[in-house]
């Protein structure tokens, strides 16, 4: 989101892309959110739009050929198993994550405690063998 407003600031040439399961909509609080201004990859063909794109915007030479067999290799490879796996993944809500938020605070504030209680319990362990000599100790 960072790199989009930075580019629409600068006015640089920018194509998003977004990868499903996203959709447009991942870019609704964005200059970027109308779809005709978007490409997601689904598929060999929204790759080539890309290099058709690039083309269109000057951003690099693109041959078409060579451009075609590494997308399909792509495709096959790496999109398609990373969207099945993005797919599968839990969707966490934002009254979940806020949950989560508050029950991590509670845990930090039981550590913090538990240390408090562990340094206390070390200064009398210390203290005790002060009081005490070796012998007595270790009987």
């Known amino acids: 989101m960072c790199e989009l407003g ?9 194509v998003p892309v977004i990868v499903p399961p996203l959709d447009y909509h991942a870019l609704d609080s964005t200059p970027y959110r109308s779809w005709n201004q978007i490409i997601t990859l ?3 063909k929204d790759l ?5 794109a690039m083309i269109e915007k000057g951003v ?6 060579r451009f075609n067999t ?10 398609i198993p990373f969207v099945n796996e993005m797919s599968d993944r839990k969707v966490v809500t934002l009254e979940e994550l806020k949950a989560l938020e508050e ?16 340094a206390h319990a070390q200064k009398e ?4 063998r002060q009081m005490k000599d070796t012998e007595e100790i270790q009987v």
């Open 6 to 14: 930075a580019t629409w600031i600068n006015q640089k040439a920018l």
């Open 42 to 44: 689904d598929d060999v």
């Open 48 to 52: 080539q739009r890309i290099a058709e």
């Open 60 to 65: 690099g030479k693109v041959q078409m050929v």
């Open 70 to 79: 590494r997308a399909e290799i792509f495709n096959e490879e790496i999109l």
């Open 103 to 118: 029950e991590l605070a509670e845990y930090r504030e039981a550590i913090m405690d538990t240390e408090k209680d562990l």
């Open 125 to 128: 362990i210390e203290a005790l």
